[in-house]
């Protein structure tokens, strides 16, 4: 009798195994595809990307980590396709960190710390600050709210049941990249972002609270979400395609601060 029951048991466990598998398998949600083709929409975010030149913003930043958490007042200035300075002041008024590229070469400097990190851009500036794996590039695209884009990439587009919702994914086979876009309204505005690498979620952002500059949104809430490390940024001032002095993607440090070699 002992022999007969264990493969019965395991039969009927196998069979409940399937039937949830299956009850589960129903229940993932399924898109139509949208009425228009994907390859418009694509060209609609890269053409919000090409028309931006430059970034100011001024605001709050929050990052949290295992080997990171600071906070304060942010003043951002970008320069695409690389150029950056960041500068973080606690809410008294303290230097927290200055960080700036040229698009060549980085420096991050930690004034509390006395010392400063240097490398070259290539390595990604944004990444070493927020631990995401991202190229400057594309980091300053997401911090203007935009969605960085692929050349050679799948393209497909989902109707979503919200009205006027739709979902965009695009998929590089070569680095394993998947990213699905969330888009609302006539002015197709991105209001969240999901990068996942093979089967891991790389990257999460949610842009809210948007504001309407020389017609096209940009956000002055961004959240993003990796798995290490959170970023919560809130814009109070935006402006963009100022005329930028090249001089401010370098910072001048003062004597005696350690430069460590990254």
Known sequence: MTIVSLPLRSLLLYNCFVFLLISCARKLPTFEPADIPPSVVVEHLEERTEQLRSFRAVGSIRVKGEKQR????????????GSLRLEVLSFFGQPVLYAAS??????????GNNRAYQGLATQGTLAR???FHL???DALIL????VPTEDQVGKKLFKLPDNGKMLLQLEDASSRLTQRVWLEGESLVATRIERMRGNELELEATFSDFMDIKGWFYPKNIVMEGA???VSIHYEEISVNESLDQAVFHLNLPEGVEIIPR
Not at 70 to 81: K, N
């Open 129 to 131: 600050l927020i631990n």
């Open 143 to 146: 911090l203007a709210g935009g």
């Open 135 to 137: 190229h400057d590039q």
């Open 102 to 111: 040229d698009g060549y070469q980085f420096m991050i400097w930690e004034p």
């Open 228 to 230: 290490n490390t959170s």
């Open 70 to 81: 600071w906070s304060g007042r942010a003043f951002l200035l970008t320069q695409l396709p």
